[in-house]
């Protein structure tokens, strides 16, 4: 462990020097994998695991029944025949499926999927949750069917700081969110006994978007009968009475018909890509669910289903099918294109036809993107360049002379810097997905030359992969910290 986690910190001290928008040519030499694991495919979600295979989950189907899977990649794109039995798994569950979103590692290093199996008893066919953990090598621990209040799709999989899980789930007219311990049992401590009931209005075919805010305040968003509706909830699932009428916002009909995601700036305002006229559209709202009117509103993506990712440094990427390929499309935190991202802010990385159903993001700062070919369908796996520096550069403001100490941490640590000439950083502490867990220090002058900060609060966090980040206004830097009880 101790050899892994060297290897991996002295592996994030290095700059990414690919340029932006193209594919990773280490990944599988072409930079996509495209193979049929199982017959006729399609993919639903992907991760890396803090200990770095990636992880793709998805759906088989036959003419008579459907049925889960699970791959397990190494960096370079082939299978890792340590995961499983040669790299894969395929779920014994006969009529199951995954949907997107439903894919997450815990803090204490397993998986948790989710998904919904079908079965026929006395009164007809009956849809179930279906969730179910795995360890970091594949092998299945623990599955569950949950039967509450109907909801029968599973649209997001959500895991708060403290390990809680949460399972957004939507039945027609109504979305839920049903709490659970890390051994599947339901959390009665959530909501209403383990539970939180919203009414849309209307059928919700699209599957809205669920995150968190810095606080792990939870929003949700869905389509309804008066526009895209917004809730928002505490940590405990309680309506938070402060936003909008009881917990609940109301976008103008104009605004949006559909809601296909939902993402959370570091800054808490709230990215919503969805539809209206049969046309991608992507908007930004403030944290009380009013329009930001700052950010330009991207009006012209001619795809209703793709995948939004957000950077570490504020800029964000929607994934879509275009012309037949896979084009991508990255803007800063005010919907400006990033001119530094391919071709003035636009990179079409496979030249074939492809639905998108998952992004994210590398530890080092490379994107991975899955989905599906057209007929006959198949999987794909792509990995390109962001261009994004997960080190140091000794020309820059920062100088190399950056240390984090102790690492692996359990309490309090040092931060340990050399700055170029005084300046004004922004330092934050940030978990695998993104989120803001702790601000160190904002807008705060440091003296050229080095400097040293103490970093307390690690025994409230739960076990795991973090990152340090300082930001300077021009560059930024990412430092991994292992935070380990042990």
């Not at 990414?16 to 994998?33: E, H, K, R």
């Not at 649209?155 to 659970?180: C, E, F, P, Y």
């Not at 917990?247 to 700036?265: A, F, M």
């Amino acid at each position: 462990m101790r050899s892994f986690i060297l290897s991996f910190l002295l592996l994030s001290v290095n700059l990414v020097f690919a340029q932006a928008g193209y594919l990773d040519s280490t990944f599988n030499s072409s930079g996509f994998v495209n193979e049929i694991y199982y017959t006729q495919n399609s993919s639903t979600g992907i991760l890396q695991l803090n200990t770095g295979e990636i992880i793709v989950i998805g759906n088989t189907y036959t003419t008579l029944n459907s049925k889960p899977w699970i791959i397990a990649l190494k960096d370079n794109g082939t299978l890792d025949s340590n995961f499983n039995n040669d790299g894969k798994y395929i779920f014994n569950n006969q009529h199951s499926t995954f949907r997107r979103d439903n894919i997450k590692q815990h803090p204490q290093g397993k998986i948790f999927l989710a998904g919904s199996t079908s079965f026929s008893n006395q009164t007809g066919n009956q849809i179930d949750l279906w969730i179910c953990r795995l360890t970091k090598t594949g092998l299945l621990e623990k599955e569950v069917l949950i039967d509450i209040y109907d909801y029968e799709y599973p649209d997001h999989l959500l895991i708060q700081n403290s390990g809680r899980l949460l399972l957004v789930t939507q039945n027609g007219l109504r979305k839920g969110i049903i709490a659970l311990t890390y051994n599947l049992k339901i959390d009665s401590t959530f909501g209403n006994n383990g539970l939180v009931i919203t009414h849309n209005g209307i059928y919700d075919y699209h599957m809205g978007g669920a995150d968190f805010n810095s606080n792990e305040d939870i929003f949700l968003a869905s389509a309804s009968n008066t526009g895209v509706k917004l809730f928002k909830y505490s940590i405990d699932g309680q309506p938070d009475s402060t936003f909008g009428t009881n917990g609940q916002y109301v976008l103008s009909p104009d605004l949006l018909n559909t809601v296909t995601e939902l993402k959370i700036l570091p800054d808490d305002r709230m990215l919503i890509f969805g539809e209206i006229n049969y046309q991608g559209k992507i908007i930004c709202l403030q944290q009380d669910g009013t329009v930001d009117t700052s950010f330009k509103i991207i009006d012209s993506i001619p795809a209703v289903w793709g995948r939004l990712l957000l950077q570490q440094d504020g800029k964000f990427l929607i994934h879509y099918e275009h012309n037949d390929s896979l084009r991508i499309m990255r803007y800063d935190s005010h919907a400006k294109l990033d001119s530094s991202f391919g071709n003035n802010g636009r990179a079409e990385v496979i030249p074939f036809e492809v639905y998108v159903s998952a992004a994210a993001m590398q530890q080092d700062g490379k994107i991975l993107v899955t989905g599906m070919t057209g007929y006959p369908l198949d999987v794909f796996v792509a990995r390109y360049h962001s261009g994004i520096n997960i080190g140091i550069d000794e020309n820059n403001l920062i100088n190399s002379n950056v240390v984090f100490f102790p690492n692996p941490v359990k309490n309090q640590a040092r931060l340990r810097f050399t700055l170029l000439k005084h300046s004004a950083l922004d330092i934050f502490l940030i978990d695998m997905l993104g989120r803001h867990i702790k601000v160190i220090a904002q807008k705060q002058n440091f003296n050229g030359g080095e400097n040293e900060i103490h970093i307390n609060g690690f025994q409230n966090l739960p076990d795991g992969t973090y990152f340090v980040q300082l930001f300077s206004g021009t560059e930024s830097v990412s430092i991994p910290v292992l935070k380990t009880s042990d």
